[in-house]
């Protein structure tokens, strides 16, 4: 009997493993299109919590007066990389409170590591080239991913369980530039209508 | 050419010189972020052109015509070099620079010389205002059509009326600070400079009216003036120098020039300018050059319309006045103003351009009167296409104007004119 009890208190504080219960999101702006490269993250209650694995290299290269990829998401701890690959230098910032930073990076194959230690948007620019613009999504959930052509993202390990849903993209018009959703226990699929700004239309003139 | 050109070149030279020579020992180092003779400080860029034109006699040869090129007449087809530029981009610091451009003019006259010498100045922004400076001899931010450090015309060969004046007779030596920041969604940017130097802009829209050239005025080079009457010929120069403090000493009487920019969240970008050289009329050097006391309000417009094409224009409305008081107004009391509609469209890999211009002065000077009006329009294609280096253009022109003082040449007073122009632009 003592046996039994043993075995059910370390199956007790072992904890029941949910099931995985696939979720589906869709987000769609102000007439019914659908938005692509929105950033969703779930983040549900409790034990079922989990956050995205620390860690990983990934690469913003400056091109032909762009920054590429536009939009990055990346686990907190995460390590970024910023090549320089045109004949010019580039002058990469971002004032966003999830990191501060500046980055002199001269022409031709420079390239510094920046390490993002804490969750948020971090927006980047360049002192030199007005027009360059991109943004990196430093994620603390094991479930963050960016909307397809269609608008959809699907969670498919997401677990059985409640909690919430943010969306986030760069021309959301919205305070803190982020929307959020409760997740009811049952609920598997989720939707959000979205206002967007039109994206920066010209550079001015440099002189 | 006068002291007082001399005086300017050498307050400049040496100190330059010197500093250059001290830049020259010091040892670069990446990480500091001097860069002075590296070949990315250096771009060359070169233009040839097949020209077809007929008419009158070109304003470089001294006559009335407003090409950059003109005839006696008849279809005169010549090939021409055009402009060559050499571009030094030196970097001294990571924020500070300077951008020296040298540039030989091909042509009807062929001649060379120094087009831009300037400093730049650009540190770290802050979060919420971005700030940068200039200082030396360049191009005010007036016109649409230009860009690069050449200052080249992106989409044809021929430049507006408004923006060929700017090149010829816009010419001063500023300083110029410029803050940007964003209000919400809307981008705003406000710059003001002070500058000398440009005591004589004025001149050839007067005794030679508008013109529609690429031909820049090389600093302390002089532009020729269609024939004077004998009367003016008594008191003012068959030239003029559009590089010129007319007072002695440099920058007693500074003029200013502002300009605000504001862009809402829709692909439209408004430009406000206003000019003033702040000149003294009366003001005459030895060798019959004159203050010309010239401002000007400036708008400018750049509209995105989808599918590539963009719609630009500009419009512009000043006066000069140069002289003494008279009967109530000055020698020469010229009322100026043109605009200019241009649409561009890219087929495939040829961009398509096209622009109608209108311009006129009223001359209501005490010696200078209505004969000396300069009404007219011109319509402009154009065709360009790229490769890497390399630039193709065929441009054809049409302008059409009327001046009653070209009888002095034997000339009826509308003169048409029209230009085909083939050119390739190498750029490296």
Redesign the interface.
Known sequence: MVRNLLVALALASAGAPLAAAPLSVRVVDASGRPVRDAVVTLYPTGPAARPARPGGRFVISQQNLQFHPFLTIIPVGGDVSFPNFDPTKHHVYSFSAAKKFELKLFAKDQSRTVHFDRPGVVALGCNIHDQMSAFIVVTDSAWTARTNAQGMVMFGDAPNASGRIVVWHPYLRAPGGELQQALGPAQRSASFQVRLRPPPAMPMQDY | MGCVARRLRNRGAIPLGCALAALWATPGS?DS?LKLFTP?AFELSGDVRLVAVDGEKSWVDGGFGKLRSGSNGDLRVQPQLGNVSLVWKP?FT?SLGAIVVGMAEGGQRTEAGLSQAYLTF?P??S?KV?FSG?AGLMWP?VS?EH?GADWHVKDSITPSAINSWIGEEVRPVAAEA?L?ANLG?H?L?ATGALFAANDTSGTLLTFRGWALHDRTTLAFHHQPLPPLDSDLAGYQAPFTHPLLDVEPGFARRPGYYAKL?W?P?????IELFRYDNRANPEAVTSQLEWGWRTSFDHVGL?A?LGSGAQLRAQGLQGRTEMGFREGGARWVNNRFRSAYVSLTRPFGSVHLSARVDAFDTRNRGSDVGDEYDDTGWSAMLAARREWPHFTGLIELLHVSSRRENRSDVGLDARQNQTQLQAEVRMHW
């Open positions: 990446a972020g990315d970097q990571w650009r770290m922004r979060k971005a200039r931010p649409l860009e410029t940007s969604d981008k940017r920019v862009q969240p829709v692909p439209v970008r750049v995105d």
